[in-house]
């Protein structure tokens, strides 16, 4: 079975401030996609930002940007200039061939005005 | 407007009875698949489908149902096998094998509480 594992249950950081979120992941797939969602207290899921395994450069989305270290299997999540409607949970997915889509346990960010 | 419908978002029912909950898209994906939520928790794989008429079991299968006999329907049912049903549901749908590059769409989720 896929395995994600994100290690910080909550964090808090305060507004403007930088903060990341750790994921890690356990394949044995060549070829597969990474997510970070994000889950408001409205509980609906938005996609914050993608990567594709067999990319080197990391993606970027705005303030939102991933370290993916692929041979480690990790794929943190950096958000910059922390703002307030960033409070939310967030979670760290895999997507890999045959489209079982697996989810980690995710980390409850609070920004702190 | 495209998008997945989960309905009703909150219903009650009492021990013992076996309950659907029901996710329809419009968006012409392939891929469908239905979460469990604990308070605080991470999002569980119950059941996805790649196809009509296929669906395979995720890691906590037991107790649940399902069916896919329409590409934009997959409902879930809770049968009275399931020891703790009370819990926050979500449908996702994504356009499946030969689409890969693509986030799964989510529906507002239906949170089932059984008394």
């Known amino acids: 079975a896929q395995t994600v594992t994100q290690s910080q249950p909550e964090m808090s950081v305060q507004e403007a401030e930088t903060v990341t979120l750790s994921c890690t992941y356990d394949t044995s797939e060549n070829n597969y996609y990474l997510f970070w969602y994000k889950q408001p207290p409205s509980r609906q899921m938005i996609l914050v930002i993608r990567q594709e395994a067999y990319k080197q450069q990391n993606a970027t989305e705005n303030r939102f940007s991933v370290n993916f270290q692929k041979a480690a299997k990790s794929f943190s999540l950096k958000i910059s200039d922390s703002q307030l409607g960033d409070t939310a949970m967030y979670f760290c997915?895999?997507?890999?061939?045959?489209?079982?889509?697996?989810f980690g346990g995710g980390t409850r960010l609070m920004v702190k005005p | 407007d495209g998008g997945i419908t989960q309905s009703p978002k909150y219903l009650f029912r009492k021990e013992g009875q076996n309950v659907t909950l029901s996710c329809e898209q419009n968006?012409?994906?392939?891929?469908m698949y239905w979460y469990r939520q604990d308070p605080g928790q991470g999002l569980r794989l119950i059941y996805y489908?790649?196809?009509?008429?296929?669906?395979q079991k995720g890691d906590i299968a037991e107790g649940y149902s399902v069916s896919r006999e329409k590409k934009e329907s997959f409902p879930l049912t809770v049968t009275s096998a399931q020891k703790n049903p009370t819990a926050f549901y979500l449908c996702?749908?994504?356009?499946?094998?030969?689409?890969?590059?693509?986030?799964?769409?989510f529906g507002q989720g239906t949170r089932l509480t059984v008394v």
């Open positions: 489908s790649q196809i009509v008429n296929d669906f």
């Open positions: 997915a895999s997507l890999y061939a045959g489209n079982m889509l697996t």
């Open positions: 996702a749908s994504r356009p499946g094998q030969g689409v890969v590059y693509t986030e799964a769409f």
């Open positions: 968006l012409n994906h392939d891929a």
